[in-house]
């Protein structure tokens, strides 16, 4: 065990709970500390409260080896050395990031502890937001017992745990040089790069990797409209770009774009970080825009194979935003969902993750007149088209005959190009990707 106690705060959320039991895996006393007090109870118990692979087991661990507390009670912190923010940044109507909860978690933490703390921000927050969460806590008089470290996190949901113990880099971004190296020192597998900074630079790491990806995406969607007009296939475009080495394989996927609680946030973030510089950036605004052009695209393909949407019955698969998860925050499926109910079609879902019973939790009032599936068979019974969201493996195994003879209309328009064009033209699907042309799907 390590002499460091430890702090989370945010500690029941999708990265502070992975923070906090990764940590005391490693043998620090980790102290998970979170304002959602029936999350906690349910933590307490060993239950993880969302899908994330492998997570359950390490708290479970974590709280066997009794070097994992959670906690609604932030006095709880008192003793820590080290406390890391792990509070969400949610979007604003105009795309600028919420820092309240980051605000109040600062100063909760300096208010509360003994001695001097390290506050370590792995919440995404814009570049300044250290410094001036560091002059904050100056006016409140609490600088004497907070130093603040800049400490992005990289995860994904659907591989966090993985993520947690096998990091691309380590950022660190710090005004103090000790600070700095405390955090570095508390998990820093050898060949990871850890990198020391300032905190401008560490924050627009964050910001600079995610709105990279996500222009990656953007860029081959934008790519896979050619291709469908001029029967080429993105799939095989993207394949061929993504053996240069400078470009590389990993996100060169076209589909129905990106979303979740990260990419399209931090992008909208960026976007009015530039605004508020006095830049403009028309290269990140364009990439948003293809990004949502992509959520319609794929509805204007059932309307121009099924005209007027009114009373059609369509079967969507998938509500993650990505397989390996259950999040719905920010997800691409139910602004597409929102489309086929308002034009008046009878929507059937299906989710591995998700059920009826998780529905109202995360959604409350949402939609209420969707329909449930068990299967993606059951799914697709007597209806008239299928439309797939998102890429859960299961949907790739689906049996292109035993749909085919599940539909009522052989239509299936797939958002995450699942399968191949001939094996479903095979079976008389009436099968349309994105970005696979005319010439390329026969
Ligand atoms: N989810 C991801 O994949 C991911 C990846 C990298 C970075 N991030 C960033 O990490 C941050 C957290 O994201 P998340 O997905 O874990 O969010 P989340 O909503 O899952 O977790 C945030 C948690 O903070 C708690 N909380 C809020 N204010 C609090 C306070 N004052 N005191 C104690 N607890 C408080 C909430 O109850 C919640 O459980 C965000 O800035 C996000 O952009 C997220």
Same mark, same amino acid.
């Given at each position: 065990?390590?002499?460091?106690? &430890?702090?989370?705060?945010?500690? $029941?959320?999708?990265?502070?709970?992975?923070?906090?039991?990764?940590?005391?895996?490693? $043998?620090?006393?980790?102290?998970?500390?979170?304002?959602?007090?029936?999350?906690?109870?349910?933590?307490?118990?060993?239950?993880?409260?969302?899908?994330?692979?492998?997570?359950? *087991?390490?708290?479970?661990?974590?709280?066997?080896?009794?070097?994992? *507390?959670?906690?609604?009670?932030?006095? %709880?912190?008192?003793?820590?050395?080290?406390?890391?923010?792990?509070?969400?940044?949610?979007?604003?109507?105009? $795309?600028?990031?919420?820092?309240?909860?980051?605000?109040? #978690?600062?100063?909760?933490?300096?208010?509360?502890?003994?001695?001097?703390?390290?506050?370590?921000?792995?919440?995404?927050? /814009?570049?300044?937001?250290? %410094?001036?969460?560091?002059?904050?806590?100056?006016?409140?008089?609490?600088?004497?017992?907070?130093?603040? &470290?800049?400490?992005?996190?990289?995860?994904?949901?659907?591989?966090?745990?993985?993520?947690?113990?096998?990091?691309?880099?380590? +950022?660190?971004?710090?005004?103090?040089?000790?600070?700095?190296?405390?955090?570095?020192?508390?998990?820093?597998?050898?060949?990871?790069?850890?990198?020391?900074?300032?905190?401008?630079?560490?924050?627009?790491?964050?910001?600079?990797?995610?709105?990279?990806?996500?222009?990656?995406?953007?860029?081959?969607?934008?790519?896979? %409209?050619?291709?469908?007009? !001029?029967?080429?296939?993105?799939?095989?475009?993207?394949?061929?770009?993504?053996?240069?080495?400078?470009?590389?394989?990993?996100?060169?996927?076209?589909?129905?774009?990106?979303? $979740?609680?990260?990419?399209?946030?931090?992008?909208?973030?960026?976007?009015?970080?530039?605004?508020? #510089?006095?830049?403009?950036? /028309?290269?990140?605004?364009?990439?948003?825009?293809?990004?949502?052009?992509?959520?319609?695209?794929?509805?204007?393909?059932?309307?121009? !194979?099924?005209?007027?949407?009114?009373?059609?019955?369509?079967?969507?698969?998938?509500?993650?935003?990505? @397989?390996?998860?259950?999040? =719905?925050?920010?997800?691409?499926?139910?602004?597409?969902?929102?489309?086929?109910?308002?034009?008046?079609? *009878?929507?059937?879902?299906?989710?591995?993750?998700?059920?009826?019973?998780?529905? @109202?939790?995360?959604? !409350?009032?949402?939609?209420?007149?969707?329909?449930?599936?068990?299967?993606?068979?059951?799914?697709?019974?007597?209806?008239?088209?299928?439309? +797939?969201?998102?890429?859960?493996?299961?949907?790739?195994?689906?049996?292109?005959?035993?749909?085919? !003879?599940? =539909?009522?209309?052989?239509?299936?328009?797939?958002?995450?190009?699942?399968?191949? @064009?001939?094996?479903?033209?095979?079976?008389?699907?009436?099968?349309?990707?994105?970005?696979?042309?005319?010439?390329?799907?026969?």
């Amino acid at each position: 065990m390590h002499n460091l106690a &430890v702090g989370v705060v945010g500690g $029941g959320g999708h990265v502070g709970l992975v923070q906090a039991a990764g940590l005391a895996s490693l $043998g620090y006393y980790t102290i998970a500390y979170d304002l959602n007090a029936a999350w906690i109870k349910e933590l307490q118990k060993g239950n993880v409260p969302f899908y994330e692979p492998g997570l359950a *087991e390490l708290v479970q661990s974590g709280l066997k080896s009794k070097l994992l *507390e959670f906690t609604n009670k932030i006095e %709880r912190l008192k003793k820590v050395d080290l406390a890391y923010i792990c509070t969400g940044t949610p979007s604003l109507p105009g $795309g600028r990031a919420e820092l309240l909860q980051v605000e109040n #978690a600062a100063t909760a933490i300096a208010r509360t502890v003994q001695k001097r703390v390290v506050i370590a921000v792995k919440s995404t927050v /814009p570049v300044g937001t250290a %410094r001036r969460l560091s002059r904050m806590l100056g006016q409140l008089h609490l600088s004497e017992k907070a130093v603040l &470290v800049s400490n992005p996190e990289f995860l994904s949901e659907g591989s966090a745990v993985n993520d947690f113990w096998h990091p691309s880099r380590i +950022i660190i971004g710090a005004a103090d040089p000790e600070a700095a190296e405390m955090v570095a020192g508390i998990y820093a597998p050898p060949q990871v790069p850890v990198i020391k900074t300032s905190w401008e630079n560490a924050e627009l790491i964050k910001y600079g990797s995610n709105a990279f990806l996500a222009l990656r995406i953007s860029f081959v969607n934008l790519l896979a %409209r050619l291709c469908e007009k !001029s029967g080429g296939d993105i799939r095989v475009v993207s394949k061929g770009m993504g053996f240069d080495p400078r470009i590389g394989p990993s996100y060169l996927e076209a589909g129905v774009g990106f979303s $979740g609680p990260c990419l399209e946030k931090d992008l909208r973030s960026l976007i009015s970080q530039f605004q508020d #510089a006095g830049e403009e950036a /028309p290269l990140l605004e364009a990439a948003l825009y293809i990004n949502q052009r992509q959520r319609h695209l794929v509805v204007s393909k059932l309307k121009e !194979s099924l005209g007027d949407l009114k009373g059609k019955k369509i079967a969507v698969l998938g509500l993650a935003f990505k @397989p390996g998860t259950d999040d =719905l925050r920010d997800t691409h499926t139910l602004p597409v969902i929102e489309q086929l109910v308002f034009a008046g079609a *009878e929507v059937t879902v299906h989710d591995p993750m998700l059920t009826l019973i998780s529905w @109202p939790r995360q959604m !409350s009032a949402f939609l209420p007149d969707l329909r449930w599936a068990s299967s993606p068979y059951e799914a697709a019974e007597g209806k008239d088209a299928l439309l +797939i969201l998102t890429a859960w493996p299961e949907y790739r195994d689906l049996d292109p005959a035993k749909l085919k !003879s599940c =539909l009522a209309n052989p239509l299936v328009v797939d958002g995450r190009n699942l399968f191949e @064009p001939a094996a479903m033209a095979a079976q008389g699907i009436d099968y349309l990707g994105v970005g696979i042309g005319t010439e390329a799907g026969r």
